[in-house]
């Protein structure tokens, strides 16, 4: 027993010593590949100085003695002894004396420090293959093996501790460079590491607790050592600690010790990265202890959540102390950017929070637990500005933590009781103290924003926006969730009642600020603007709550218009967006349902739901756009005037429907009659256009006509021409034999169109006035061969009915008289678009007389039509003649023509 024991001592010793005298033999190649490099500089240096031209030699001053050596800061303890064949320093005067040293060449990394490391490596697997060669011979047992492993730990720490300490000494040159200490040191706590680990998990020498316990402190030593010996060994011990949990086995494994555990860990790995200012190590303790919240998390899912929760509170004030508070002590407003890595860390534990409070059952523990994680990341970001996103993130927790309590089971849960709640009706305890809960922490987190940002008016504009939002944007957050998980997002007057208290108390705020602003702080103008627009948002969500139909759109919209007067009065440039926010929020609307005011409307024609629902926000948009217009036309006020236009349209589109069905605008057939007026409607909304266009040119009007222009174009192409027409549909017209349906359907849209053609001459291209013109001919035309039918058919005029000669006749005759009567018109007026417009009409009647007529009538009718016909080109022809004769003297009564 006595020889084995000796031999692993022997054994032991033996690889620290072999180690140790190896790093010794490799520093002396060292120390003379270091004094052969030197020889060679000088002797560099003197063949440069013995080619430098003698006249500038003596130009230049002799350099004093004390020149001629190196400065002190920059030589290393080896070079200050020069071996006994180098020339003496005399021989170093010529050199230039500033003259930068080499850097190191590839040779002294690979002798100085890269050795270095590699053997710090072979040292390791060293160890660990010779315990597993011993173990495969069976030479020594279990003890023996962990005491031969642990004195070989011990025998690397303690040589790294030598060599830190002969660096002070000066005792041996050349390792600062070459990390020696550092190197032995973290080969010895590897090994350390396994001993323990193999101690007890492979023959369970220690339990446990001890295994826990030993490799915990092995750990922690690890980074302690990392303070001495440079930043290599932090995160190996950094590493090292937050496995130590995983590598223990135990048979009841009990989450309390490990929560302990890592606080105590975590805060120490805190400690030495402010000791030694390692930003990159607090930043990796952070993560660690964020990983080992999922896993606690996911453990306690089935089980006890108490440590989850612990552990979240307390990795939460840790990284706020040491992330946020210490590196932003005593920063001032103006130079509080944000430090966007703590708000990376801060909002990983403000995740954690929200999956870890959902593992509470009871609405104490949530209420408890989210309040104290809210009111540190809140006490955070209140205290030190470049961490104002904690705010935000307070009240993301908050609104989280309110999302997901099940505050419907909870209530149902509870015994039936018969007090009275507020208003008179019995209210469960669960549902009061979870709207208690939110008031308390909405008004706590908005006030204290809020006064934040008021005593910051040098803070950055981005610093600021965080506390803007926090106040506005957070607490509106959480009024909606709550109105969402109790109500389900039905009307309910109590919320709406207590969003119009909001919206007072930033009515409020806004005023405060107002107060406080002297005009240079673009911090508190923001702010300013945020409270104010919040103060919009929330009387917009209490009108959501509050109100249905067609009255939710109209409180919108007047909500709107109030907005952009006061955005005019009070000049709070935010409110104007503000105002396009609302205009964008019932535009969502209007896609979203239409109707607006829903199915029941009444059935009284024009005064119904749709004159209110749509009227009056058409006529709000309208009166905010002009009124935004006095401070300029910008994007804002271009969007309400175009939700104007919306508006407008949509209620005479379904007024008309409205209308003609008999109070019921959903009905699914369209007939002659209503295509027309939908015809109509949109020539006259264009020839508004036109003319607004006019008399103030703007993109809004521009574009407003082609779009009216281009669906009348489809309506009366598709639907008056083809598929609505009574000659192909049947349908029948309704009305005397003059003044029926089809004036409303096609005369009426006819000369809609024509006066879109005679106004939009001088504001729009020709493209667009000849296609209004000959929409107009299109109708007309239709409209007199319809009105004929009409007269000889009567109600029913489809084209499948026979059509007599005397019908054919009046054909070419109204042809024939339209045509004359347009072109006399024409030439008493002297207008030529009138005088062309009646060539489609004398061309069809000659092409109909002489294609139709011809083959089809018989008798008097036949020779009727020629005559007509022919007297008709005659008198035209008569007329041109005329018309052209006068032009001559016309042009030399002319003042100023040739010839007068």
Same mark, same amino acid.
């Given at each position: 027993m006595a020889t084995e024991i000796a031999l692993i001592l022997l054994v032991a010793l033996a690889f620290p010593v072999a180690a140790i005298a190896g790093l010794l033999l490799a520093l002396g190649l060292r120390r003379r590949t270091a004094a052969l490099e030197l020889r060679l500089t000088r002797l560099e240096a003197q063949i440069a100085a013995a080619v430098v031209p003698p006249a500038r030699i003596e130009e230049a001053p002799s350099p004093p003695e004390e020149a001629a050596a190196p400065p002190e800061e920059e030589t290393t303890p080896e070079r200050l002894e020069p071996a006994a064949d180098e020339p003496p320093a005399e021989a170093l005067r010529p050199a230039p004396p500033h003259a930068a040293p080499a850097p190191p060449d590839f040779e002294e990394q690979l002798g100085s420090r890269w050795a270095v490391w590699v053997g710090g490596v072979a040292l390791a697997l060293g160890g660990i293959l010779l315990v597993r060669y011993s173990i495969e011979q069976g030479w020594f047992g279990p003890g023996a093996r962990i005491a031969a492993a642990a004195l070989f730990s011990l025998a690397l720490v303690t040589a790294g501790e030598w060599f830190r300490r002969q660096e002070g000494t000066g005792g041996l040159a050349g390792l600062p460079s070459a990390h020696v200490p550092g190197v032995l040191t973290a080969a010895g706590t590897i090994s350390a590491f396994a001993t323990a680990y193999a101690a007890h998990a492979l023959y369970g020498f220690l339990g446990p607790?001890?295994?826990?316990?030993?490799?915990?402190?092995?750990?922690?030593?690890?980074?302690?050592?990392?303070?001495?010996?440079? %930043?290599?060994?932090?995160?190996?011990?950094?590493?090292?600690?937050?496995?130590?949990?995983?590598?223990?086995?135990?048979?009841?494994?009990?989450?309390?010790? #490990? =929560?302990?555990?890592?606080?105590?860990? =975590?805060?120490?790995?805190?400690?030495?990265?402010?000791?030694?200012l390692w930003r990159r190590l607090a930043q990796a303790s952070a993560a660690g202890a964020a990983l080992w919240g999922v896993v606690l998390i996911l453990g306690a899912a089935t089980g006890e959540h108490l440590p989850a929760m612990t552990h979240v509170i307390a990795q939460t004030a840790l990284a706020a102390a040491f992330l946020v508070a210490d590196p932003h002590r005593g920063t001032s407003d103006d130079a509080a950017l944000p430090d966007f890595l703590a708000l990376a860390v801060m909002a990983a534990f403000a995740a954690l929070a929200v999956f870890a409070g959902d593992l509470a059952g009871d609405g104490g523990t949530r209420a408890a637990f989210t309040g104290v994680v809210a009111a540190l990341q809140l006490v955070a970001g209140l205290a030190f500005a470049p961490a104002a996103g904690t705010t935000l993130l307070a009240a993301a927790v908050t609104a989280a933590a309110l999302?997901?309590?099940?505050?419907?089971?909870?209530?149902?849960?509870?015994?039936?009781?018969?007090?009275?709640?507020?208003?008179?009706?019995?209210?469960?305890?669960a549902l009061t103290f979870y709207l208690g809960f939110a008031t308390v922490a909405g008004l706590a987190i908005g006030a204290a924003a809020l006064r934040r940002l008021a005593r910051g008016p040098r803070l950055p504009l981005v610093t600021a926006a965080f506390y803007a939002a926090a106040a506005t944007t957070g607490v509106l957050a959480l009024l909606l969730v709550v109105y969402w998980r109790v109500t389900a997002f039905s009307r309910s007057v109590p919320f709406g009642l207590a969003a119009g208290l909001l919206a007072l108390a930033f009515v409020g705020a806004t005023h405060?600020?107002?107060?406080?602003?002297?005009?240079?702080?673009? +911090?508190?103008?923001?702010?300013?603007?945020?409270?104010?627009?919040?103060?919009?948002? +929330?009387?917009?969500?209490?009108?959501?709550?509050?109100?249905?139909?067609?009255?939710?759109?109209?409180?919108?919209?007047?909500?709107?218009?109030?907005? +952009?007067?006061?955005?005019?009065?009070?000049?709070?440039?935010?409110?104007?967006?503000?105002?396009?926010?609302?205009?964008? #929020?019932?535009? $969502?609307?209007?896609?979203?349902?239409?109707?607006?005011?829903?199915?029941?409307?009444?059935?009284?024609?024009?005064?119904? @739901?749709? *004159?209110? $629902?749509?009227?009056? %926000?058409?006529?709000?948009? @309208?009166?905010?756009a002009q009124i935004l217009a006095r401070d300029g036309r910008d994007r804002v006020t271009r969007l309400c005037e175009s939700l104007a236009i919306l508006f407008a349209a949509l209620l005479v589109f379904f007024e008309i429907r409205h209308f003609v069905h008999d109070g019921d605008p959903f009905a699914p057939d369209t007939g002659h009659v209503e295509t027309g007026l939908f015809a109509t409607t949109g020539l006259l909304f264009s020839l508004a256009m036109v003319r607004l266009d006019a008399a103030r040119p703007d993109v809004v009007y521009r574009l407003a006509s082609l779009a009216f222009g281009a669906c009348t174009l489809i309506v009366a192409g598709f639907g008056l021409a083809a598929g609505q027409n009574p000659l192909f549909t049947g349908e029948s017209v309704e009305g005397g034999a003059l003044v029926n349906s089809l004036l409303v359907s096609y005369l009426l849209p006819a000369v809609a169109a024509a006066a879109l053609a005679l106004v939009a001459r001088q504001t729009r291209p020709q493209w667009y006035v000849r296609t209004a013109a000959v929409v107009a001919l299109a109708l007309h035309v239709l409209y007199t061969g319809l009105e004929i039918r009409r007269?000889?058919?009567?109600? #029913? #005029?489809?084209? @499948?009915? %026979?059509?007599?000669?005397?019908?054919? @006749?009046?054909?070419?005759?109204?042809?024939?008289?339209?045509?004359? *009567?347009?072109?006399?018109?024409?030439?008493?007026?002297?207008?030529?678009?009138?005088?062309? +417009?009646?060539?489609?009409?004398?061309?069809?009647?000659?092409?109909?007389?002489?294609?139709?007529?011809?083959?089809?009538?018989?008798?008097?009718?036949?020779?009727?039509?020629?005559?007509?016909? $022919?007297? =008709?080109?005659v008198a035209i022809g008569l007329a041109y003649q005329r018309l052209l004769a006068r032009r001559p003297d016309q042009a030399a009564q002319t003042p100023g023509a040739p010839g007068a």
């Open positions: 607790a001890a295994a826990f316990a030993l490799l915990g402190a092995i750990a922690v030593a690890t980074m302690i050592a990392a303070a001495l010996h440079g %930043p290599a060994l932090a995160p190996l011990g950094l590493v090292a600690a937050l496995a130590t949990p995983l590598l223990v086995a135990s048979d009841e494994p009990k989450p309390w010790p #490990v =929560v302990i555990y890592l606080a105590f860990v =975590v805060a120490a790995a805190y400690g030495l990265a402010r000791l030694r999302a997901l309590w099940p505050v419907a089971r909870l209530a149902a849960a509870e015994q039936p009781t018969v007090l009275p709640g507020p208003g008179g009706v019995p209210q469960p305890e405060l600020l107002r107060q406080r602003d002297d005009g240079t702080s673009p +911090a508190i103008r923001l702010g300013i603007g945020a409270t104010a627009s919040a103060a919009l948002a +929330a009387l917009a969500l209490g009108l959501t709550f509050a109100l249905d139909k067609g009255m939710l759109t109209v409180a919108f919209a007047l909500s709107a218009l109030a907005a +952009a007067f006061v955005a005019n009065r009070v000049g709070i440039p935010a409110l104007r967006h503000a105002v396009g926010g609302v205009g964008l #929020v019932v535009l $969502g609307r209007i896609a979203w349902d239409p109707t607006i005011a829903g199915d029941d409307l009444g059935r009284t024609p024009i005064l119904n @739901w749709l *004159l209110w $629902g749509y009227g009056m %926000p058409a006529a709000s948009f @309208w009166s905010a007269l000889f058919q009567g109600d #029913v #005029v489809a084209l @499948w009915r %026979p059509t007599g000669q005397a019908e054919l @006749w009046a054909y070419s005759a109204a042809l024939i008289v339209v045509g004359a *009567l347009i072109l006399a018109v024409g030439l008493l007026r002297g207008n030529r678009f009138l005088r062309l +417009a009646s060539a489609p009409y004398i061309l069809a009647a000659v092409l109909k007389v002489f294609l139709f007529d011809l083959a089809n009538l018989e008798g008097a009718l036949r020779a009727l039509s020629f005559i007509g016909l $022919g007297l =008709v080109l």
